[in-house]
């Protein structure tokens, strides 16, 4: 167990709507990390939180959108959900912002958009 | 860009018979390079962290080595139960420490 969680675990959809995948991190974990998991893409990282604040941004749709939280939790909103969106989502967390420290992992959301 | 190539993209093994995995990077000044080990369905479970070449880094029955170029993940006689996908990701120095990530390698040991 890693101490990151998410939840849902899982998500059925449908094509149009919108829905809100949502993290909490490591006790202490100031930064959020987001990744998006299918399987002709691999992982690819969507955008990183620090303590509340946008840090870096990847190849993240516009339809996409997060937040974090004074509490440091973090969501992760989808909208306008296309059969594309559907994929494992992961969340990462880790102390600090410095690129050495070791990110851990939560479980997943498993988005199926039919 | 940073880019990370794992080769092969599966590898069958009977148990007890050691062998590697590969990790070759192009990632802007390195900063660490990962090892994570992935269960169908599950989220990455970390391993290891590599932080300049010539470091390595022991766990049971699993070794990761760094080079200036790449990276091994070394077997010793495995288990069942280490089969799973091996993923390994690098981080830059100007890259907010987000992970670029290999496609991995399927690793399936028969008993």
């Known amino acids: 167990d890693s101490g990151v969680t998410q939840t849902p675990k899982h998500l059925i959809t449908a094509t149009g709507q919108r829905v809100t995948l949502r993290c909490s991190p490591r006790?202490?974990?100031?930064?959020v990390y987001w990744y998006q998991q299918s399987l002709d893409q691999g992982l690819q990282f969507l955008i990183q939180?620090?303590?509340?604040?946008?840090?870096a941004k990847g190849n993240i749709l516009e339809r996409f959108s997060a937040q974090q939280f004074p509490d440091l939790h973090s969501e992760l909103n989808l909208s306008s959900l296309e059969l594309g969106d559907s994929a494992l989502y992961f969340c990462?967390?880790?102390?600090?912002?410095?690129?050495?420290?070791?990110?851990?992992f939560g479980p997943g959301t498993r988005l199926t958009v039919l | 860009e940073d880019q990370v190539t794992q080769s092969p993209e599966a590898l069958r093994l009977q148990e007890g018979e050691s062998s590697s995995l590969n990790c070759s990077y192009t990632?802007?000044?390195?900063?660490?390079l990962f090892w994570y080990r992935q269960d169908p369905g599950k989220g990455p479970e970390f391993l290891f962290t590599?932080?300049?070449a010539g470091e390595e880094k022991e766990k049971e029955r699993l070794k990761a080595t760094l080079t200036k170029k790449e990276s091994f993940l070394h077997i010793t006689a495995p288990k069942p139960e280490d089969s799973a996908t091996y993923l390994c990701?690098?981080?830059?120095?100007?890259?907010?420490?987000?992970?670029?990530f290999g496609q991995g390698t399927i690793l399936t040991v028969h008993p």
């Open positions: 990632v802007s000044g390195l900063r660490g």
């Open positions: 590599l932080y300049s």
């Open positions: 006790s202490g974990d100031l930064s």
């Open positions: 939180y620090y303590n509340g604040e946008e840090r």
């Open positions: 990462a967390s880790r102390f600090s912002g410095e690129s050495t420290d070791t990110q851990y």
């Open positions: 990701a690098g981080t830059g120095g100007t890259s907010y420490g987000k992970l670029t």
